[in-house]
């Protein structure tokens, strides 16, 4: 199978943008899905196909898409985004998911 | 609101089997897949495959195939993942997750068992 790269960190300060991305092959062809994981919480669906965003997810958060590289960006970062996101890849039916190795969000 | 409780902490020898519970509530439970997927110290998410609670089907990743069998039961909307011939490198967190159809990605995640596997 695939696999998608995420890098292993990203640093800003309150109030930056935040942008990580996820690069694969496959995703010319397939969609990426992102999730937030903080310590002592479960794993939350942040953006769906690309660049939707579930409801409830603030509009701070976005994805855009380019070739073979997504990008998730989070505009006006606050001290609760920090934690571990996650991208996520798949065709529709009988195909592997694919995950990223994460990427650690530091908010300085 | 959707809940996914997952059974407690698991501590197994190798080559013993270890089986985790996944109860769904907040949904129609047949109506949305069931992934399960792990993460092992250090290391990142690893998908093992999905159940289709309405008919039962499964679809294993290919790495666990021979050792896992994911099953559910409707009637205490419970989902299950076992898998056998533990070894040291099956320590792990071990997560359930509801999705959609098609299964391309989860929507909501459990809390996660830890399986530990040591002699």
């Known amino acids: 199978s695939h696999e998608l790269t995420q890098p292993p960190s990203v640093s800003v300060s309150p109030g930056q943008t935040a942008r990580i991305t996820c690069s694969g092959d496959?995703?010319?062809?397939?969609?990426v899905f992102w999730y937030k994981k903080k310590a002592g919480q479960a794993h939350v669906l942040i953006m769906y196909?690309?660049?939707q965003r579930p409801s409830g997810i603030s509009e701070r958060f976005s994805g855009s898409s380019s070739g073979t590289t997504v990008t998730l960006t989070i505009s006006g970062v606050q001290a609760e985004d920090e934690a571990v996101y996650y991208c996520?890849?798949?065709?529709?039916?009988?195909?592997?998911?694919?995950f990223g190795g994460g990427t650690k969000l530091t908010v300085l | 609101q959707v809940q996914l409780v997952q059974s407690g902490a698991e501590v197994k020898k190798p080559g013993a089997s270890v089986k985790v519970s996944c109860e769904a509530s907040?949904?129609?439970?047949?109506?949305?897949?069931i992934h399960w997927v792990r993460q092992a110290p250090g290391q990142g998410l690893e998908w093992m495959g999905w159940?289709?609670?309405?008919?039962?089907?499964?679809l294993y990743a290919q790495e666990f195939q021979g050792r896992v069998t994911m099953t559910r039961d409707t009637s205490i909307s419970t989902a299950y993942i076992e898998l056998s011939g533990l070894r040291s490198d099956d320590t792990a967190v071990y997560y359930c997750?509801?999705?959609?159809?098609?299964?391309?990605?989860?929507?909501?995640w459990g809390q996660g068992t830890t399986v530990t596997v040591s002699s």
């Open positions: 996520q890849s798949a065709g529709i039916y009988n195909t592997p998911w694919v």
């Open positions: 997750a509801r999705g959609g159809d098609p299964p391309t990605n989860a929507d909501d």
């Open positions: 907040g949904y129609t439970f047949t109506y949305y897949f």
């Open positions: 196909r690309d660049s």
């Open positions: 496959a995703l010319t062809k397939q969609f």
């Open positions: 159940i289709n609670p309405n008919s039962g089907g499964t």
